[in-house]
């Protein structure tokens, strides 16, 4: 028997702020790619948790699609990533402003 | 709490070291000046993430857990901070944008302080299980389960996953290829299969993908000037044959 769910519930509230924090303090577009992961997995692990809470395989399903679209989030991101690098460098998000307007 | 006494000693220790090892993966993320480190860190939260996974009997999902995000999209991170050679530590007394960071502090800590008060606090419902859904105890495990869910339930879902993995593989192609196309010259054999192998090589399996995408890459980087799009087709046909050996999986 396992812990009560409101634990990791509470756990993946916490890792998600931070990872919100992360992504809103860092400038640095490779680590706020991380962050984001950072978030998706506190999801993750919330779909999980009331998965076995309700005893539901949905939450496990919905898991593996989350799975797939951050790998493809990733390979699209790193690639608009490396694109960039090609004109200029510099990895931070205000190095981008030349995308505006 | 009688919530915490209901749970043995050995499931609530197993909670408390991996919740300790992924809130300082999470931290040390954020922290972290050099990219590098916020990756391995990222790495050891995915590891707390994949054992919290097993800790709820959602093994084959730890598992998947632990190949594709600690195997792969790490590495594919690792991969392009040493490509781009942006392990520079970050200047974070610089801040452009004046009175972000303590804003962004208070946003995160009034957003968790509410999320957590309605859901502690406030005692919210978190429902009821829906006649519907497939239970989680069924013969065979949890990979039996999911697998006959995600071939009934979500198969839509699923079938509409895949076009999304073929949209983000055509996207990174055109993301890596060079504006103005593939140049004649004495490197244009190296160049041309690297930049249409993952798109060609869609209906092959991972294996062979993997070997065609990976001798393209070294093709790519002994010409020199075409390494990116060497490099891109290797980290694209890693992605996509990750998706493969999932589905392979699952089905089995």
Redesign the interface.
């Given at each position: 028997?396992?812990?009560?769910?409101?634990?990791?519930?509470?756990?993946a509230?916490?890792?998600f702020?931070?990872?919100?924090?992360?992504l809103?303090?860092?400038?640095?577009v490779?680590?706020m790619?991380?962050?984001v992961?950072?978030m998706l997995?506190a999801v993750?692990?919330t779909f999980?948790?009331?998965?076995?809470?309700?005893?539901?395989?949905?939450g496990?399903?919905l898991?593996?699609?989350t799975?797939?679209?951050?790998?493809?989030?990733?390979?699209?991101g790193?690639?608009?990533?490396?694109?960039i690098?090609?004109r200029r460098r510099g990895?931070?998000a205000?190095d981008f402003h030349i995308m505006r307007g | 709490m009688t919530?915490?006494f209901?749970?043995?000693t050995v499931?609530?220790l197993t909670?408390a070291i991996s919740?300790a090892i992924?809130?300082a993966g999470?931290?040390g993320?954020?922290v972290?000046r050099n990219?590098v480190h916020?990756?391995l860190m990222?790495v050891m939260?995915?590891f707390g993430?994949a054992v919290?996974?097993v800790?709820?009997?959602?093994n084959?999902?730890a598992a998947?857990?632990v190949i594709?995000?600690a195997g792969?999209?790490v590495v594919?991170?690792l991969f392009?901070?040493m490509?781009?050679g942006?392990d520079r530590e970050?200047n974070v007394e610089e801040e452009?944008l004046r009175g972000?960071?303590p804003l962004?502090?208070v946003?995160?800590?009034l957003?968790?302080a509410g999320?957590?008060l309605l859901?502690?606090g406030a005692h919210w419902s978190?429902?009821?299980?829906?006649v519907a859904?497939?239970?989680?105890?069924?013969s065979g495990g949890?990979v039996a389960?999911?697998g006959?869910?995600?071939f009934t339930?979500?198969l839509f879902?699923?079938e509409v996953?895949s076009a999304?993995?073929v949209?983000?593989?055509v996207?990174?192609v055109v993301?890596?290829r060079r504006p103005g196309g593939i140049r004649p010259g004495p490197d244009a054999d190296a160049d041309a299969p690297a930049t249409l192998a993952p798109a060609a090589g869609s209906g092959t399996t991972g294996q062979d993908h993997d070997e065609r995408a990976s001798a393209d890459g070294d093709a790519g980087v002994a010409a020199g000037d075409d390494a990116?799009t060497g490099v891109?087709a290797e980290?694209?046909s890693e992605?996509e044959s990750?998706?493969e050996s999932?589905s392979e999986e699952?089905s089995r």
């Open positions: 028997m396992s812990l009560s769910g409101a634990w990791y519930l509470g756990l509230a916490v890792v702020s931070i990872g919100t924090l992360g809103l303090v860092r400038r640095n490779l680590v790619f991380m962050c992961e950072l997995n993750n692990l999980v948790t009331f998965s076995r809470m309700l005893n539901d395989i949905g496990q399903a898991v593996f699609f799975l797939v679209v951050a790998a493809a989030e990733v390979v699209v790193l690639g608009i990533v490396v694109a690098f090609r990895a931070t205000d | 919530l915490l209901a749970a043995t499931d609530a909670f919740a992924v809130l999470a931290v993320v954020v972290a990219p916020a990756a990222l939260t995915l993430v919290l996974f800790e709820q009997q959602a084959f999902l998947v857990q594709v995000y792969a999209i594919l991170f392009v901070i490509f781009l942006v970050e452009p972000q960071r962004a502090v946003l995160v800590v957003g968790l999320v957590l859901g502690f978190v429902g009821a299980r829906s859904g497939a239970s989680r105890n069924q949890d389960a999911l006959r869910s995600v339930t979500y879902a699923f996953t999304l993995l949209i983000a593989v996207g990174a993301l890596a990116v891109r980290s694209e992605s990750e998706s999932e699952v």
